[in-house]
């Protein structure tokens, strides 16, 4: 069976990026444009990861995040953060506060998102 992410961010052209990418790696990808999409269908669907922006309406990443890990159903999925903002504040955070599994910048070299991937859920 075939590893599901699911891809949360409010860009259509990096969701389609990120799409393409990880079908091509052979993962099954399910893709929404912002927190409460994502937050809702994990109500109903189990995934491996989840890849996540930060920088959305609404409900940003870090709200997304809380949110996921305070629930049970959720709280043990991992998390990659893949964002523009580049400050080393947000990196510490997510890494070494939040303990998110993964933080890419973007724009991102595909062999690096790839291999975190694989790191973290197999291929």
């Known amino acids: 069976m075939r590893k599901r992410i699911l891809v949360v961010d409010d ?3 990096m969701v389609h990026l990120l799409r393409t990418i990880l079908e091509a790696t052979r993962y099954e ?6 927190g409460k999409e994502a937050l809702a269908l994990l109500e109903r669907t189990r995934v491996d990861l989840i890849l996540l922006d930060l ?3 609404e ?7 809380h949110e996921l890990k305070n629930d049970e159903r959720t709280a043990s999925i991992p998390v990659v ?6 400050d080393e504040i947000d990196r510490a955070m997510g890494t070494e506060l939040l303990k998110v599994e993964g933080y890419i910048s973007k724009p991102f070299v595909r062999r690096q998102l790839v291999q975190l991937v694989e790191r973290i859920i197999g291929g």
């Open 59 to 65: 409900m940003d990443g870090w709200e997304v995040f």
């Open 81 to 86: 953060i893949i964002t523009a903002k580049k």
């Open 11 to 13: 860009e259509e052209s």
């Open 55 to 57: 920088m959305m309406p």
């Open 29 to 34: 990808v399910e893709a929404v444009t912002g």
